[in-house]
C-alpha cells in the first residue's frame, strides 16, 4: 500500500469514528479493506450497546467475516484510528488480519506497539504488520477533543 492509499482508507476510519461522537462513543472508528473494497466497518458502541466487546474493530471484524463468509481474514488491511487494545490485537491475529494501520497510540491500552506487540510476538501462530502513525495527529485530536468536552461539561463550574 502506498502513503496516499493509507491515508484515505484511515479517513474512511475517522468518518466511522465520528459517527461514535456523535452516539456520545469514545470516538474510535475502523474498516477493513480487501481488494479495494470496504468489507468490514465499525465504530465504538459500548455505552449503546453495554457489551464490552463492542470495540470499533470487533464490529469492522465481524462484519468483514460474514462479508467473505470466512473467519480467516486473509489479504485484507485493518485501519484503525487508535492502536488496538490486547483484546482486538488478540482478534485480529485470530482473524489471519495480515496489515494493520492506526492513527494514534493508545498510552493506557495499546497492544500493538506501546504496551504489549501482540501483533509481532513470535510466540503466537499468526503475526501481523504494524503501521502506525497514520494521520495521527488528527486521530489523537478527535480523541482529546472529546474527552475535553466531558472535563468540561463535569466541571464544577458547570453548576455540578
Same mark, same amino acid.
Given at each position: 500500500?502506498?502513503?496516499?492509499?493509507?491515508?484515505?482508507?484511515?479517513?474512511?476510519?475517522?468518518?466511522?469514528?465520528?459517527?461514535?461522537?456523535?452516539?456520545?462513543?469514545?470516538?474510535?472508528?475502523?474498516?477493513?479493506?480487501?481488494?479495494?473494497?470496504?468489507?468490514?466497518?465499525?465504530?465504538? %458502541?459500548?455505552?449503546?450497546?453495554?457489551?464490552?466487546?463492542?470495540?470499533? %474493530?470487533?464490529?469492522?471484524?465481524?462484519?468483514?467475516?460474514?462479508?467473505?463468509?470466512?473467519?480467516?481474514?486473509?489479504?485484507?488491511?485493518?485501519?484503525?484510528?487508535?492502536?488496538?487494545?490486547?483484546?482486538?490485537?488478540?482478534?485480529?491475529?485470530?482473524?489471519?488480519?495480515?496489515?494493520?494501520?492506526?492513527?494514534?497510540?493508545?498510552?493506557?491500552?495499546?497492544?500493538?506497539?506501546?504496551?504489549?506487540?501482540?501483533?509481532?510476538?513470535?510466540?503466537?501462530?499468526?503475526? #501481523?504488520?504494524?503501521?502506525?502513525?497514520?494521520?495521527?495527529?488528527?486521530?489523537?485530536?478527535?480523541?482529546?477533543? #472529546? #474527552?475535553?468536552?466531558?472535563?468540561?461539561?463535569?466541571?464544577?463550574?458547570?453548576?455540578?
Amino acid at each position: 500500500m502506498t502513503e496516499d492509499t493509507d491515508e484515505q482508507w484511515m479517513q474512511a476510519a475517522i468518518a466511522e469514528a465520528r459517527l461514535a461522537e456523535a452516539k456520545g462513543e469514545v470516538p474510535v472508528g475502523a474498516v477493513i479493506i480487501h481488494e479495494g473494497q470496504v468489507i468490514g466497518r465499525g465504530h465504538n %458502541e459500548r455505552e449503546s450497546s453495554q457489551d464490552p466487546t463492542t470495540h470499533a %474493530e470487533m464490529i469492522a471484524i465481524r462484519e468483514a467475516a460474514k462479508q467473505l463468509g470466512s473467519w480467516r481474514l486473509i489479504d485484507t488491511t485493518l485501519y484503525v484510528t487508535l492502536e488496538p487494545c490486547p483484546m482486538c490485537a488478540g482478534a485480529l491475529v485470530n482473524a489471519r488480519v495480515p496489515r494493520v494501520v492506526w492513527g494514534c497510540d493508545d498510552p493506557k491500552a495499546g497492544a500493538t506497539q506501546t504496551l504489549y506487540t501482540i501483533g509481532s510476538d513470535d510466540r503466537l501462530n499468526h503475526r #501481523f504488520e504494524c503501521v502506525p502513525g497514520v494521520l495521527g495527529e488528527e486521530c489523537s485530536a478527535l480523541l482529546s477533543q #472529546f #474527552f475535553a468536552a466531558i472535563r468540561a461539561k463535569n466541571s464544577p463550574r458547570n453548576g455540578r
